[in-house]
Nanobody, 121 residues
């Protein structure tokens, strides 16, 4: 399954954005999207890619300490989409945001293009 991140943009500090991660499912193959753990990750200029949040098939969620209380991850299995609601954005949230399965992320594989989030002060 291929994942495409979208929804980034330019926002002022304190603002909000909602990112979407949509799975493109081949009509000729099965999909494990509904049972895959999916994560949002980000990479700021000059920094390593880091985990932002993950959601399991049963709805369990994990967040990086830096985003706890501000970001919320959710999934709509019927729409094959995982969302990241980002509130109270800070300039340090500026990065390219990627979504990936947790499994592939651990292998550092299949990252896709990501979506740019820029928070101005």
């Amino acid at each position: 399954v291929q994942l495409q991140a979208s929804g980034g943009g330019l926002v002022q500090a304190g603002g909000s954005l909602r990112l979407s991660c949509e799975a493109s499912v081949s009509a000729t193959s099965g999909s494990t999207f509904s049972i895959d753990a999916i994560g949002w990750y980000r990479q700021a200029p000059g920094k390593q890619r880091e985990l932002v949040a993950t959601i399991g098939s049963g709805g369990s969620r994990n967040y990086a300490n830096s985003v706890k209380g501000r970001f919320a991850i959710s999934r709509d299995t019927a729409k094959n989409t995982v969302y990241l609601q980002m509130n109270a954005l800070k300039p340090e949230d500026t990065a390219v945001y990627y979504c990936n399965t947790v499994f592939r992320a651990a292998l550092d594989a299949d990252w896709g293009q990501g979506t740019q989030v820029t928070v101005s002060s």
